[in-house]
Each structure stands twice: as C-alpha cells, then as structure tokens.
C-alpha cells in the first residue's frame, strides 16, 4: 500500500525552538509539497518541491524553510516556533503534470506554546 | 489566478438522507475540479475528479459531481448518507497550465445525525 508518511503525529514546542517536520513517501512522486490547515481556511500551500534539492514557495512562506535532499524525503523547518505556527501541517506528494493527484500523510498537529 | 469557494461551512444531515455539498470556482482559464474527504484524524484523500468529457462524474463511496461551465460550480451530492460519511469535504481547482499550483476551499464539515 503506498503512502506517505509523517514522523511526528503530535508535536508540542516552546517558542522559538527550531522545529522539524518530516515527511517520506515510497511512491517515486516527483512532486512534494507541505500545507498548513487551519479550520475555515482550509489548505494553504506553504513550500512545494517539484525535484530534489529543488524548492518553490507556496502562498505563506514566511517563517519556514523546507529541506529535500533526496527524491522520498521533505522536510518543513520552523527556524524559531511562534504561537501563531500553532496548526496542523499535513504533506503530500504526486506525479508531474498537472492532473495528477496528490496523496496526502495523515498530518501533524503541532502547539507552540 | 484561481480561487475556490465553499459556501457551507458546516452541513448536518440525517442519517439516509440526501446531501449536496456547494462549491463555485472563479477562474478566466480552463481548469481541473476536484474533490477531497478528510475523516476524522486523517489526511485528506480523493474523492472525484473532473479533468474532461461528461460533465457528470462518479466517485468513491457513493459520491457524485456534477461540473456546471457557466454557473462555475461543481457541487458534490450523494443520495443517501451514512454514519461513516461524517467527514470534512474539500473542493479544489487547478488551472491547465504546468505553473498553476491547485488551490483549496475552505472546506464543509459534514455531520450525520442518526
């Protein structure tokens, strides 16, 4: 059954620590991306990767980096957690082209305290 | 640019019962429609897609769409609910072009009432 994966479901952090979300999928997607959801706002794309060591902003970059080193792995950073990064991050990868769909992880819930 | 608009936040049925989930889309190019279910602490997952060809389309579950050109919606429907439907319901859209990245509603929280 292929999927992606998130390491972390349940992640609580302090402000200002450095936060690291991981993401894999066993499914040789050339696409990956990573969304914020947030009730009555749906999905915001923050980061997306179309190849490795490739990286594209989404429409709310600010305050994250993204990593992808190798073809099967994302990876969302917060530099310096803030309160308001306080979401649900969920990641999901797909083919190239444009009617590809995505496959999502089950998401991580993250509280920045 | 694409936008997506998902009027009903929260939609309670009855259980059996019939249920259209409303969705309109703004867009001055061609595009593709989708919709996504998001169960209960899960990532989301295709429901139907829209890409060509008949404008009605069938999904998983029981689930069904119907793309409209002119009024630009592309609301979802079912006959009859169940229990296991309880859910939150995303429609999205993505433009033709290699550079359009898809874009999301705000999403419609179906609940079932027994």
């Known amino acids: 059954d292929v999927k992606v994966t998130q390491s972390s479901r349940y992640l609580v952090k302090r402000t200002g620590e450095k936060v690291f979300l991981e993401c894999v999928q066993d499914m040789d997607h050339e696409n990956m991306f990573w969304y914020r959801q947030d009730p009555g706002l749906g999905l915001r794309l923050i980061y997306f990767s179309y190849d490795v060591k490739m990286k594209e902003k989404g429409d709310i970059p600010e305050g994250y980096s993204v990593s992808r080193e190798k073809k099967e792995r994302f990876s969302l950073i917060l530099e310096s957690a803030s309160t308001n990064q306080t979401s649900m991050y969920l990641c999901a990868s797909s083919r190239s082209g444009v009617t590809n769909v995505l496959t999502f992880g089950a998401g991580s819930r993250l509280t920045v305290l | 640019a694409q936008s997506v608009t998902q009027l009903d936040s929260q939609v309670p049925v009855f259980e059996e019962a019939p249920v259209e989930l409303r969705c309109n889309y703004s867009?001055?190019?061609?595009?593709?429609l989708f919709w996504y279910v998001q169960y209960p602490n899960q990532g989301l997952q295709l429901l139907l897609k829209?890409?060509?060809?008949?404008?009605l389309v069938k999904g998983i579950n029981g689930f069904e769409a119907e793309f409209n050109k002119s009024q630009t919606s592309f609301h979802l429907r079912k006959p009859s609910v169940h229990i296991s439907d309880t859910a939150e319901y995303f429609c999205a859209v993505r433009g033709y072009s290699s550079a359009s990245k898809i874009i999301f509603g705000s999403g419609t929280r179906l609940s079932i009432r027994p």
């Open positions: 829209y890409l060509s060809g008949s404008t």
């Open positions: 867009s001055s190019v061609s595009v593709y």
